[in-house]
Structures are given as C-alpha cells and as structure tokens.
T-cell receptor
C-alpha cells in the first residue's frame, strides 16, 4: 500500500515564526488531507488538497501530485497552533486514508 | 449542527469484557470508518463501511467487530480477543470511500484495566 512520510517529526518555534511541514507519499493520490490534532485529540480538517495550492488565513498548503509531496505552511505562528499535524493520503486502489506519523509542533512565547 | 458524534468520550472497562463504542453522523455520508491511535502514533484503520449492511476489514481488524444497520450509525465493539484494547478510537465519515474529504468525531479514549 501507499507509504506516507512526514517531516520533521518535531518542531519548536517561537511565536511569530514561520514553518513548513512536508508530506511525502509513495504513489499517486486522489485524496490528500491535512489535519491538526488538538490537545484533546480531536482531528481538525485543515485542507483537502489532492493537487494545487490553497490558503486559509495564516495557513496554506501545496500538493505537487506529480512529484508526490505536499507542503503545509504556517505563517506568524501562535501558541494555539501547537499540536500534531497529520497528512493522510488515499490512492485509487484502496478504500482508506493512510496517515503519516505526524509532525509535533510546539509554539512558545 | 451537522457532524459526527462519538460517545462516550472516556470509557473504562475491566479486562475480558466486551465494550461498544458509538458513532453517529448526520452528514448523509455513505462511507464510515473506525481508526485506532496509540500514543505518539498515526492512525490505523480498523474497519470501514461503504454502504449500509456492508463493511470491510482494515489493517488491524482482529479483536474488533462492527455493524452498519443504519446509514447514520457505525458502532464498534472491542471484544475480549483484542490483546491491547487501551487506545484512542476515532470514527470518521465521507460521502464516498476515499475519494472525498473525510471528517472525524471527537474520539473515545478507552482504558482497559
């Protein structure tokens, strides 16, 4: 099945800094999602982005499907951005989202 | 409000007991999923259902069972055969299996002692 790898595994930022999280996947995808898992465990949908670029406030994401990677950009980070960020991918031959192991982000004052 | 409701949020059970986790959605989605998350790990698929009265095993189905009698509901039973049942369980739904955006419930944290 598809392999999904995220980097870096851990990231510590000062408030106001920018960051880029990367998601590599081993096969062509028809669904690529980014989630933020908050401290209570809930998965918050950030982007549904099988290809192209999307922006939502301080967050933006780009998926280059032909090169099998996706990037999540966080600008002007805030302490509320802390948590774990997951990407998840789906290929046409499967019926599930396969998750990466996540990037744990800590934003400090 | 449209969404996915999991209950309860926290569940404690003694070893050897079966326990059922509830998942209800009012998004009119055909597909529903159960995932398991262990500390510091990503999510792994337990079972999924593409349509009422049909469900398929995921990657870690051993020790679990499900039913899909109604479109809105996809309960998960953790049986005594599951060797390490203590985990965080997340239910999700999407309008079509895999090809459309999936949404998650708030999760149930199960502790077996």
């Amino acid at each position: 099945g598809i392999q999904v790898e995220q980097s870096p595994p851990d990231l510590i930022l000062q408030e106001g800094a920018n960051s880029t999280l990367r998601c590599n996947f081993s096969d062509s995808v028809n669904n690529l999602q980014w989630f933020h898992q908050n401290p209570w465990g809930q998965l918050i949908n950030l982007f549904y982005i099988p290809s192209g670029t999307k922006q939502n406030g301080r967050l933006s994401a780009t998926t280059v499907a032909t090169e099998r990677y996706s990037l999540l950009y966080i600008s002007s980070s805030q302490t509320t951005d802390s948590g774990v960020y997951f990407c998840a991918a789906h290929t046409g031959t499967a019926s599930k989202l396969t998750f990466g192991t996540g990037t744990r982000l800590q934003v400090t004052l | 409000d449209g969404g996915i409701t999991q209950s309860p949020k926290y569940l404690f059970r003694k070893e050897g007991q079966n326990v059922t986790l509830s998942c209800e959605q009012n998004l009119n989605h055909d597909a529903m999923y159960w995932y398991r998350q262990d500390p510091g790990q990503g999510l792994r698929l337990i079972y999924y259902s593409q349509i009422v009265n049909d469900f398929q095993k995921g990657d870690i189905a051993e020790g679990y069972s499900v039913s899909r009698e109604k479109k809105e509901s996809f309960p998960l039973t953790v049986t005594s055969a599951q060797k390490n049942p203590t985990a965080f369980y997340l239910c999700a739904s999407s309008s079509r299996t895999g090809y459309t955006e999936a949404f998650f419930g708030q999760g149930t944290r199960l502790t077996v002692v």
